[in-house]
């Protein structure tokens, strides 16, 4: 007879955005709380903040979480990774991201490759396609 072993439940914001998911394990013929995953959405639907929680098998601890910054654009400028000791989270490690206008990018379909580029004047983004499996690559934007 099959046995289910991890079931989740997630709920939503009126937006559609996930504002939680709980995940349930099977044991000794019960579901019994495993993890809760808790999302704190902004106005415009990023998500800023992400906590992981554990089940101690009596109430939730905190465990990780994340924490975003976007800029007036909609695009992440910063993500914080920290973890919980008990008392307090502490920094894990942080990434920034930076923007910059690009110009002067042709179209370029090389016959002999797999990977096009094409840039977008209206939304001064790049589309880059590639064909084939990436073991390395390397993007170099000169601004």
Do not use: C
């Amino acid at each position: 007879m099959y046995q289910h072993s991890i079931k989740t439940n997630y709920t939503f914001d009126a937006n559609n955005n996930e504002t939680s998911e709980i995940v349930h394990s099977w044991q000794d013929n019960i579901w019994n709380n495993d993890e809760k995953y808790t999302y704190i959405i902004d106005n415009n639907n990023d998500t800023i903040k992400a906590t992981l929680q554990s089940w101690n098998g009596i109430e939730w601890d905190n465990a990780e979480q994340t924490l975003n910054v976007f800029n007036a654009n909609q695009l992440q400028i910063s993500k914080q990774r920290q973890s919980w000791d008990t008392e307090a989270f502490y920094n894990l490690d942080s990434t920034h991201y930076y923007y910059g206008t690009i110009t002067g990018i042709q179209n370029t379909e090389d016959i002999n490759s797999s990977s096009n580029v094409y840039p977008n004047p209206f939304t001064s983004s790049v589309t880059i396609e590639v064909n084939v499996e990436l073991i390395n690559a390397k993007l170099q934007v000169y601004v």
